[in-house]
């Protein structure tokens, strides 16, 4: 699922990966969506 994907990510680049910050913005959205399919 392309949202495991988005957090795995931010996961790396909470620990220095370098992503452009429009990807980590995208990341980011996909993440929140990902929670939000799992709360509802």
Same mark, same amino acid.
């Given at each position: 699922? !392309? ?6 990510? %931010? =996961? +790396?680049?909470?620990?220095? %990966?370098?992503?452009?910050? =429009? *990807?980590? +913005?995208?990341?980011? +959205? !996909?993440? *929140?969506? #990902? #929670?939000? %399919? #799992? %709360?509802?």
């Amino acid at each position: 699922m !392309q949202y495991f994907g988005a957090a795995e990510a %931010l =996961h +790396r680049y909470f620990y220095g %990966l370098d992503i452009a910050d =429009h *990807q980590v +913005r995208n990341n980011f +959205r !996909q993440c *929140q969506r #990902l #929670l939000d %399919l #799992l %709360l509802a």
